[in-house]
């Protein structure tokens, strides 16, 4: 079982416990192929979805999740809550626990918000995504994914490929990978490579061609229009010259590695539309699996009673 | 009234002595020193086993008043001050509205002397506004009774403007405190850029930030002749860079706060948004060069940068949290059980910093204990240990992050002016 109340990041969870989350989701995932998709598992406990931040896969995965486990859903976003009259996260969430929520799955754009949570509520927490900092449900699916296909974590050369910098997948996927003992590297823009990087135990590169080098898997991330205007790099067309994942560099890596994205991906920028299309890109598989993964983690902090 | 202090051990930072004696204070002045003296009608105070100090000095707090009320008060302050061992303390402008004007300085001076705990010294703005355009009316803040001018919590980025700061300044025999922070390099920042903003997915400050406007203003001050004292310094290359100043002879001085000689960044780890501050915590290796910084003397001073919030602003998002720690009740503990009872600095040395150089630096005719002296005193208990816990901090701001730790040596008494204005109850 797992120990622990909340899901905050893949930093600080360990690798029995992935494992187990994984072994949970490949049961789930059957479920989600039956023709009648509901197990009673989580039935009457509140689920509340509190999004700050625009996000349609995301959102819509953990409500699915929670709706195949037999959940009440309540669905609250930053445009249409008490949060555009000024009320505190603290406020927000200390009412939602006054009505009564079993887990509040939380999605914030500035980094710490599920910690914080976590410590002011008793409910259980789920990070959904907060700030630059971690997003461990879209790790555990990109694990889940790659071990499914793959057979085994230990020892794939996994490639993260991008705006490192204001990744949380990226912090996700180096802590999650490396724990289930995948070698893991980083490449992108030396203005998008945080500080420090290389201390998680992560590799770090520059040249993508050198990165791609025998890789098993690639992730490639999303890259915000935004941070041209903030002097990050000097055009796109720049950016996709020297950090595309387009059909010739693809080659560099093994002949079966993986092509993932978190989505939602910029064709012809990061990644080519051919290789998106491709035969080794998982891509819709990463959302498919993401369900499963959000039942499993459902399940294992609420509904796993003294199991 | 009359006190007389008695079988206390006297720290002297203008004698640069340590002896036993007994102090006897009348009409607010230190009266007589000597060994086992006697007098009637005097209130006695045992000072046994204590440490008898000359009133310590802030050079760097902010007392949010007028303006931010909700975080602190000249009087709520004060009292703080008081209970920390301070007797004086110069408070920062940037209030609502900023002390760039001779009013806010007045203003500041009556509240104190009203309500005030201890003695009050204002610093005026150096730029209007603190908008880091237009010179403030120096002369007439000087005229007034602010001692120095600083636009503490924003950097002056136009290097002309401080350039003119600094040739004004000088032209009035006024110190300028600077706030070294280049604000395009710390955008957004919340804390030190390094491993642990990495981890934490929060926006690094780089110490380059601090260093390009330390060297800048060092340069500055070297065309200027101006007296220039570095505010928070808190990277070892800013440490580096005033040692080389000083041993060029230039009037540059320096301060440190308790927090940069004590906590790194990794204390962020878990969002506790008391540990935001500006500049942020920095490395064990920044940590290490700021305290051979105090050691050496590159750093004259220990400020507290006291910046008190009211709790709801810090219980918030880290990105969205003020910067700031509330730092008037931990300082002498911080500064006894990280520096002295390590060896750093000796109890001379650790009162001189926080008493005679303060008060050097100022102009201000406190931090000493000699016959006919204002009669400010703190004495301390140095063997005393107390866990700090800030839900009994005096200041309205608890954002301390100290909470739980213990610290050894605890300001027992201070006295302002030969009045008693904090004991310590237990």
Same mark, same amino acid.
């Given at each position: 079982m ?8 893949l930093?600080?969870?360990? @690798? ?5 989350i ?7 995932k059957?479920?989600v192929?039956?023709?009648?998709r ?6 009457? #406990?509140?689920i ?12 819509t995965?953990?409500e699915?999740? @929670? ?6 859903v ?10 555009v009259?000024g009320?505190?996260?603290k406020d927000?969430? #200390?009412t939602?626990?006054?009505?009564g ?7 914030h754009?500035m *980094?710490?918000?599920a910690n914080?949570l976590?410590?002011?509520i008793? *409910?259980?927490?789920?990070n959904a995504g907060?700030?630059a ?9 990109d694990m889940f ?6 057979g @085994? ?11 490192i910098?204001?990744?949380r997948? *990226?912090r ?10 995948a ?9 998008m490579l945080p500080?420090?990087?290389?201390r998680?135990?992560a ?11 025998? *890789?098993?898997v690639?992730i ?7 941070r041209q205007k903030?002097g ?10 020297l950090?595309?994942?387009? #059909?010739e560099?693809?080659?560099l890596?093994?002949?079966d ?8 991906m ?6 080519s539309g051919?290789v998106a299309?491709?035969?080794?890109s ?5 959302v ?20 | 009234m009359?006190?007389l ?5 006297l720290?002297?930072?203008d ?6 004696t ?12 000597g ?7 005097a ?16 050079l760097?707090?902010h007392?949010?008043?007028?303006g ?12 703080a001050a008081a ?5 004086s ?11 760039d ?6 203003f500041?001076l009556?509240?104190?002397r009203?309500g005030g ?16 355009e237009e ?12 001692v120095?001018?600083?636009?503490d ?6 290097a002309?403007?401080?350039y003119?700061a ?12 600077a706030h070294?922070?280049?604000?395009r390099?710390?955008?957004?920042g ?8 990495t ?8 110490a380059?930030a601090?260093e390009v406007m ?8 070297g065309e200027?002749g101006c ?9 070892e290359g ?47 290796e920044d940590?290490n060069a700021v305290?051979?910084?105090l ?8 400020a507290t ?10 219980e918030?998002?880290?990105e969205?949290a ?9 300082a002498v503990?911080?500064?006894w059980?990280?520096?002295v009872?390590?060896g750093?600095?000796s ?5 001189e ?6 008060a050097?630096i ?8 000699a016959?006919?002296?204002d009669a400010?005193?703190?004495?301390i ?17 608890r954002?301390?992050?100290f ?10 008494m ?5 009045k008693?204005?904090?004991?310590y109850?237990?």
């Amino acid at each position: 079982m797992i120990k622990k109340k909340n899901l905050i990041g893949l930093e600080h969870i360990d @690798a029995p416990e992935i494992e187990l989350i994984l072994d949970t989701a490949v049961a789930m995932k059957e479920i989600v192929f039956r023709p009648i998709r509901k197990v009673p598992t989580l039935r009457g #406990r509140t689920i509340t979805n509190l999004f700050y931040e625009p996000s349609t896969r995301t959102r819509t995965s953990f409500e699915l999740a @929670a709706k195949f486990l037999n959940a009440d859903v309540i669905n609250i976003s930053s445009s249409a809550s008490s949060v555009v009259k000024g009320e505190s996260l603290k406020d927000t969430v #200390r009412t939602l626990e006054a009505m009564g929520t079993d887990i509040v799955i939380i999605r914030h754009p500035m *980094a710490g918000a599920a910690n914080l949570l976590a410590g002011w509520i008793g *409910a259980t927490v789920i990070n959904a995504g907060d700030g630059a900092h971690e997003h461990p449900t879209q790790g555990l699916l990109d694990m889940f994914t790659v071990r499914e296909k793959k057979g @085994a974590l230990e020892g794939l050369k996994i490639v993260i490929i991008g705006d490192i910098l204001h990744s949380r997948v *990226a912090r996700s996927d180096i802590w999650g990978f490396l724990k289930m003992g995948a070698k893991v590297s980083v490449c992108g823009p030396a203005t998008m490579l945080p500080a420090g990087i290389e201390r998680t135990g992560a590799s770090v590169y520059c040249s993508i061609d050198e990165a791609l080098k025998d *890789a098993d898997v690639i992730i490639m991330l999303r890259i915000q229009l935004e941070r041209q205007k903030a002097g990050l790099f000097p055009s796109l067309r720049e950016y996709a010259r020297l950090f595309g994942l387009n #059909r010739e560099r693809l080659s560099l890596a093994k002949k079966d590695a993986l092509v993932m994205h978190p989505g939602p991906m910029n064709r012809g920028i990061e990644i080519s539309g051919e290789v998106a299309d491709s035969l080794q890109s998982v891509i819709n598989e990463q959302v498919t699996n993401g369900v499963a993964v959000r039942m499993a983690v459902l399940y294992l902090l609420i509904g796993g009673g003294d199991a | 009234m009359k006190l007389l202090i008695k079988g206390g051990t006297l720290i002297s930072p203008d004698q640069k002595e340590i002896f036993s004696t007994d102090v006897l204070i009348a009409d607010g002045k230190v009266a007589v020193f000597g060994n086992n003296l006697e007098m009637d009608r005097a209130f006695i105070i045992d000072a046994g086993g204590k440490l008898v100090l000359p009133g310590l000095i802030d050079l760097h707090a902010h007392l949010r008043e007028p303006g931010f009320e909700d975080s602190e008060t000249i009087a709520t302050g004060t009292m703080a001050a008081a209970k920390g061992g301070f007797t004086s303390l110069a408070c920062m402008p940037n209030t609502n509205p900023v002390a760039d004007n001779s009013s806010v300085i007045s203003f500041i001076l009556n509240k104190a002397r009203q309500g005030g705990k201890v003695n009050v010294f204002p610093i005026g703005a150096i730029t209007a506004g603190s908008r880091g355009e237009e010179l403030a009316e120096m002369a007439g803040l000087k005229e007034a009774g602010a001692v120095a001018f600083s636009d503490d919590g924003r950097c002056i980025s136009n290097a002309a403007v401080m350039y003119r700061a600094m040739q004004y300044a000088t032209m009035i025999n006024m110190p300028v405190i600077a706030h070294c922070e280049d604000t395009r390099l710390s955008a957004q920042g919340a804390m030190h850029e390094g491993y642990y903003s990495t981890l934490l997915g929060l926006k690094g400050i780089p110490a380059a930030a601090e260093e390009v406007m330390v060297t800048r203003d060092i340069i500055l001050a070297g065309e200027t002749g101006c007296r220039l004292h570095i505010a928070h310094v808190s990277t070892e290359g800013s440490v580096q860079l005033i040692r080389q100043a000083k041993a060029r002879g230039l009037r540059v001085t320096a301060e440190a706060t308790p927090h940069h000689f004590t906590l790194t960044d990794r204390e962020v780890t878990g969002y506790n948004t008391s540990t935001k501050v500006n500049p942020p915590l920095r490395t064990l290796e920044d940590v290490n060069a700021v305290r051979q910084g105090l050691r050496d003397g590159t750093i004259d001073v220990i400020a507290t940068d006291h910046a008190p919030h009211a709790q709801e602003k810090k219980e918030v998002e880290y990105e969205n949290a003020p910067f700031g720690i509330s730092g008037l009740e931990t300082a002498v503990g911080l500064v006894w059980t990280e520096l002295v009872n390590t060896g750093i600095l000796s109890p001379l040395e650790a009162v001189e910093k926080m008493t005679a150089n303060p008060a050097r630096i100022l102009g201000i005719s406190k931090g000493i204990l000699a016959k006919g002296a204002d009669a400010d005193l703190t004495i301390i208990d140095p063997a005393r240990t107390e866990k700090v816990d800030p839900a009994r901090f005096v200041s309205k701001g608890r954002n301390t992050p100290f909470a739980g730790r213990m610290l050894a040596g605890v300001p027992v008494m201070t006295i302002v002016g030969g009045k008693i204005v904090f004991e310590y109850a237990g």
